[in-house]
């Protein structure tokens, strides 16, 4: 796939459409969100995070005809069995309120002494004529509760990262670009898109 000089993102959650904007702005490509553009949010039916990326990626380039940079993510907590996993935004409910969802964690977790968890976040890049890049990252860490920090969003205020002591919630967000799931994946799509552009 060449690289695009216009890109929808294909979300409707602001923090995320927020992140990815910033993470893209270093290589010159001017993004759009698919609310912005009045695009319908696609039912997600697959069963992965790769499988939800490309269906909503695909979705957007088609009802765009546009690229489209499709993003699924969740929150894996091991004790949870991978719950909630790429269900974790419909944990938070029909409000997208995560307070919710995160005390549904910490009320399952109960006292059971394991807080691994992991982030992972899937992207797709679909362009109108059917091409796609799909990349995969994740993170590792440990959750503490209460929530700490008001940056972020979604699961951010109970996840500490490995080998740091702040949430992704207390984090300078250019601290977490460096780290992220989301900042992992996208090191793997502008390794593939974006290099020869920029060098």
């Not at 691994?116 to 990252?137: T, Y």
């Not at 080998?163 to 670009?177: I, L, V």
Request: glycine share 10%; with cysteine.
């Amino acid at each position: 796939m060449r690289r695009p000089d216009r890109i929808v993102i294909a979300s409707h959650n602001p923090g995320k459409v927020r992140e990815i904007a910033e993470l893209l702005e270093p290589h010159g490509v001017a993004v759009a969100a698919a609310a912005a553009l009045g695009l319908p949010e696609p039912e997600e039916t697959e069963a992965s995070f790769a499988g939800n990326a490309e269906l909503k990626a695909r979705a957007a380039a088609s009802a765009s005809g546009l690229p489209a940079l499709a993003d699924d993510s969740g929150l894996c907590v091991a004790a949870l069995a991978g719950a909630p996993g790429i269900y974790s935004a419909r944990w938070a409910g029909p409000d997208k309120d995560f307070a919710v969802a995160i005390e549904r964690i910490r009320r399952e977790l109960g006292n059971n002494p394991d807080r691994r968890a992991h982030f992972v976040c899937a992207l797709a890049l679909a362009s109108p004529d059917g091409d796609l890049v799909a990349v995969e990252g994740t993170v590792h860490g440990s959750l503490t509760f209460p929530p700490r920090g008001s940056r972020g969003f979604g699961y951010d205020p109970i996840f500490v990262p490995e080998g740091h002591r702040q949430t992704f919630g207390e984090m300078d967000p250019a601290a977490k670009h460096a780290i992220s799931h989301r900042a992992h994946a996208f090191a793997k799509l502008v390794a593939s898109l974006f290099a020869g552009a920029d060098a």
